[in-house]
Each structure stands twice: as C-alpha cells, then as structure tokens.
C-alpha cells in the first residue's frame, strides 16, 4: 500500500525531507494535500485530520506521514521510520543516520528563525528589524559552524568522504542536499562564501542532486519550488 | 559498564533531559565534567573531547553519552538509545514516545530563544529588547499551543490520563515535567496561567516529581539549580 504523506500543498517545508526520500527510494506514496479535492485534497482537511477529537495521536504539525495503520509525526521521527523500510538508514547505524538528521533539523529551524525572529504567527514585515539582526548572525556565526561540521564529518568518515554514513545514500545525504539547497535559495552570497570553505559538502549537494531518481524528481511538477511561505526565503536583505 | 554522560557541569540544560531518564532507572552512570578533575572531569575536557580530530563521530554540541563503544549524540538521540534499555519508552510504541520527546524538544528550543532571539553567541544583555517581544509571543501563543498539545494527548491516551504513553513512566513523561519544571523557573506567572488550563499537564507534573527516585534525585546535589546560564532563565521583564 502506497504511504500517505500529509503536508502543506504550497511549500517544500518540512515535508520536502519526506518527499526527498520516497522519491530517492522509488517508494510509491500519495501527496495528500496536494491531491484533488475529490481525492481528499486541498488544506483543509490537513487541518481537520490534526483537529479531530478522535484522533489520539495527532501532530503537533505536519508533515505526518500514515502507513496503514501506523500514523508518525515529527519529520526527522518519520525519517526514522522510513529509513530502515526504504533502505536509507545506514547498513549498520541507523542511531548515527538519526543524530545526523536531528543536527539538520536544527539547522533548519535556525534558518527558519531568520526571517521569524519574534513570533512564527507574525508578518515577517513586523519583525523585519529583528530579523536583519539574526540573518547577520546566522550567515557569520551558525552556519559556517553548522556546515562546517558536516564537513568534519565527510573528512572523517572511514568509509570515504562521498557520504555521511557509510558508503551508500541515507536520508542524512538527502537532508543535506535540500538543507544546503534551501540556503543557497535564500543566501545566496552568503552561502557560496561558506560553501567554498566546505568543499565536501558542496560536492555531496552536487552528486545527490545528480543521482537519477532525485534528478528526475527536481526536474519534475511534484518538486514544489522555494516561495516566500517556506522554511527558506530569499529577502535579499537578509543575505548581507 | 557506567553510562557516561558528557555535559556542561554547571546547567540544567539538555543534559538533565537525559539525567533525569538515568535517575528515574536508578542507572548506573558518570557526569562526566562533575567528575573532580583527577577523574577527568572539568569542562575543557569536555570541548577538547568535541574537537578531538581522531573521533569521527564527534557531536555537533554536548550532550552525548558513551556505553562501552557506542557513542551518541543530540538528547532526543540519546533518549531513544536509552529508552529501550532503561524500560522507559512504552512497552509497545517506541516511535510514539520518540514523537512526543522531539516535540518537547521544539518547545525547549523556543524557550532558549526567548532569551537569545537574536544570537546564541551574544549576550542576552544585548538582545534584550528583541527578547522582550519574543517571550510575550511564547507565552503568549507557543506555551499554551505546546502545552494545549500535551494535555490533548494525555486526554486522549487510551490506557488513562496518567501518563503520555501506554499507562507507565517513559522518558517523555520525564522530558514533560522538566520541561514544565523550567518554563515554572522561567516564567512563573505566565506558566500558572498555562497550567490552570492544562490540569493533566500540571498533574503529570506533581506526579513525576513525586516519584521516590525522582524525588530523591530532586533533592540531592547531583540535580543543579535552575540559573541565568541555562535554557529556562528567569529575567522577571519576560514574564510580563
């Protein structure tokens, strides 16, 4: 049976680690909000679905992805999840794969918190002043370390530099790759300055974007593009 | 073999997450950095262990735990590892407990960041005005949501409105009243508010802290003192 993610329809998000490695895996999955209404589509019932009194383990947010009668929420949870069943979990440490996604899923609400600096239920035009502040901070200070330390750990993997685990794809590569993606999207000055510092990671956002099912994905209508509603937004103002 | 934890020896902070699970099993382990330094404790040898080139799994920041050989990484990492062998992550659904515990996560990280919106590597003093704006938007909005979320599930858990998971003490439960205990520390009049609207949050609360090894751990020295170099810090101007 075909898993069923259920994400916000408009945005890459949070849900895009999850596309990323169904996708990289071939695995056979309905994107449900992004179905037609008469499919189950559209937001709304997104909504509902974590409203409803009857269900006793709602998300606190999406994404959440349902498996017959299994239901996970948390992104890097459901990662946890599909990464033994997709073969994306490292062939012997799956606990390694996860630390690694957990890193990124830092990286990513530190990103986030760029353009939200004050209140994620707030216009970013309301804490504009705030956010030019921590942007400054993030592009100096976290993400030379975060991606540095990436970087550490490509050089220092006994299996070879080409991934982070081992020496074949896990999701951690694939979180990588959209991690780095989505700050080139928004930093982009800023980001080719880390990235020339970080050759390692560079190369991985390369190779991973060129292996043929994730290529054929980018390529496709189901990769939804970088838009100001997202995780990552391009302000040029915030890339310094 | 003693579990041995590496953390910051003078805070709470994401260490005591995993203290309390070792406590609450009466397992055997080591704080580390609270060793005197003949044992190897001290906090330099805490950064010099991170930055050790020879160690290919270095994680990105503390804490991290060692068992014999195995060495990991990111509290919620850390959890799931010793969920298992310590009898606190639900007799059936691990992946629930490990849900609940990156939620809790979330909620800790926004609380950090009411006091250093702007950047971890400055000075609260310094981001003061952006802080102020933040935490009435966590009290305001993000504590009653995170909390609401909690009270929803222990509401809504099938074996009863004790505990998170299944009706027996987990690592979640543990991670709740700390976090709980420090948004108290933190905010003492905004978390009243909370908790009068979230009487099985609050509950959960008395009831784990009440526990004879909980309780016990509570009032040794091993348990440090809430201060104003940890998560939850107490600055009366954020409680509004």
Chains 1, 2 share one sequence.
Do not use: C
């Not at 996708?23 to 008469?38: C, F, I, K, N, W």
């Not at 239901?71 to 979990?89: E, F, K, N, P």
């Not at 400054?136 to 030379?144: G, S």
């Amino acid at each position: 049976m075909a898993y069923r993610l259920h994400y916000w329809p408009t945005i890459q998000g949070r849900g895009e680690f999850v596309r990323l490695a169904l996708e990289a895996a071939g695995a056979e999955y309905v994107d449900v909000a992004r179905q037609s209404p008469a499919k189950g589509g559209v937001e709304a019932a997104l909504g509902r679905s974590l409203q409803d009194p009857k269900n006793p383990r709602a998300s606190f947010a999406p994404p959440f992805l349902v498996d017959g009668e299994v239901v996970v929420g948390q992104t890097a949870a459901i990662l946890l999840y599909l990464g033994s069943r997709l073969g994306l979990a490292g062939e012997v440490d799956g606990l390694w794969t996860h630390q690694l996604q957990l890193t990124i899923a830092d990286a990513v609400a530190e990103a986030h918190d760029t353009h939200h600096p004050i209140s994620v239920d707030a216009y970013y035009e309301d804490q504009r002043a705030a956010a030019l502040e921590r942007a400054k901070a993030f592009r100096e200070e976290r993400m030379p370390k975060f991606l540095g330390w990436f970087e550490q750990i490509l050089q220092r993997n006994p299996a070879g530099d080409l991934h982070l685990v081992g020496s074949a794809l896990t999701y951690a590569d694939l979180s990588l790759f959209q991690l780095v993606a989505g700050l080139r999207y928004a930093f982009p000055k800023a980001t080719a300055r880390v990235l020339a510092d970080t050759p390692l990671v560079s190369k991985l956002h390369g190779n991973v974007s060129r292996r043929e099912r994730v290529h054929a994905y980018l390529q496709s209508p189901r990769r939804i593009a970088f838009n100001e509603e997202g995780i990552f937004r391009h302000y040029p103002e915030l890339d310094g």
